[in-house]
């Protein structure tokens, strides 16, 4: 892996802890816990991202 990919996925897991750490930070603020579902688009939105991932992964590997 080069350093320019090891650091872009760096900032990508940088970018989804903000999130949650956003998240977090509003429910507290509003008093409230953080919901299931709120919990489950981020996930869904982390899983899109690993497909993604996955994919490119696997085109590098074929040699595309």
């Not at 750490?21 to 603020?29: D, E, F, T």
């Not at 996955?54 to 074929?62: D, F, S």
């Amino acid at each position: 892996m080069g350093t320019e990919v090891a650091i872009t996925l760096l900032l990508g897991l940088l970018d989804r802890a903000a999130a949650y750490g956003a998240l977090i930070s509003k429910a507290k603020a509003e008093g409230r816990d953080v919901s299931d579902a709120e919990f489950d688009e981020l996930a869904e939105q982390d899983d899109q991202a690993r497909k993604d991932l996955v994919a490119a992964i696997a085109k590098r590997k074929a040699g595309g």
